[in-house]
């Protein structure tokens, strides 16, 4: 049996969005979690506990090798997303305590909309850059299931001040499917495994970046090259500061062999 933690929304931290990813993680990490019931009710669609029953086991035993082979329990304490934008890659990371992530795998990100630059407007169909919370789990998405990010935040809304931009837009979600406006589309399996992940670890201790490129092997945009806010560089720089905080990513065929040695769900 497993606990699980309130999933409708998470406490907005009041930490900058721009503070260290390490201590950001931390303190997610301390906060309480509070108990779903399950027999928890929505009216007219399927409860987050009703999901998780339904696409757990299965998502759980696909994801048991990659944790085994990373020597991290499951559930684990804390839960990274890394997405970046150009090679339409989203890495998984996930600790036994916060100050000790792991990375346990990655995957393919099917549609992401937009350009590089991060999400300035309503309708620009920009996916977001920066560090986010993660704060709802919707059972019941039109795209199978969603975690939706918490743009716009501290600095968006800074930024936003700054330039006079008033309907920064809203609504982004990591979701099933294959096409996005916005948001990141992962294909419904995939969505399954970090819909179940989430919701076993607790909102309250899941991030995700969103990055425009893997700045750890390439240089970030430059606004004299691409269509960004000039005060992009800064923002990139807070990015480049936590990717570079993170454990090394090996790839699937690196571990492949690794992998092969378990074929049982996590107890």
Not at 27 to 43: H, S
Request: charge should be neutral; proline fraction near 10%; hydrophobic fraction near 40%.
């Amino acid at each position: 049996m497993f606990f699980f933690p309130a999933f409708a929304s998470a406490r907005p931290g009041r930490a900058p969005a721009w503070m260290p990813l390490l201590a950001l993680l931390a303190a997610a990490a301390g906060r309480p979690a509070l108990a779903l019931p399950p027999a928890d009710p929505v009216e007219g669609g399927f409860s987050v506990y009703e999901r998780v029953v339904q696409y757990g086991f299965p998502a759980r035993r696909r994801l048991a090798p990659y944790f085994r082979a990373a020597d991290v329990r499951y559930p684990p304490q804390t839960v990274l997303l890394v997405a970046f934008k150009r090679e339409r890659r989203l890495e998984l990371y996930a600790g036994n305590a916060p100050r000790d992530l792991r990375f346990i795998r990655y995957y393919d990100v099917l549609a992401a909309s937009g350009t590089l630059g991060p999400k300035l407007r309503e309708g620009d169909r920009q996916v977001p850059e920066g560090i986010y919370r993660l704060t709802e789990l919707n059972p019941n998405s039109n795209f199978h299931l969603s975690l939706k990010v918490d743009y716009p935040n501290t600095f968006d809304r800074m930024m936003g001040r700054v330039e006079n931009r008033r309907n920064l837009g809203g609504a982004i979600y990591v979701h099933g499917g294959s096409e996005s406006s916005g948001c990141l589309a992962m294909s419904d399996p995939v969505v399954e495994e970090i819909f179940t992940l989430v919701a076993h670890t607790g909102l309250e201790n899941a991030s995700i970046i969103l990055s425009p490129v893997d700045m750890r092997h390439e240089p970030p945009p430059d606004p004299i090259d691409h269509d960004i806010p000039v005060w992009a560089p800064h923002l990139y720089a807070i990015i480049q500061r936590a990717l570079w905080a993170l454990p090394p990513a090996r790839s699937d065929a690196q571990w492949k062999d690794r992998w092969a040695q378990f074929d049982h769900p996590i107890e």
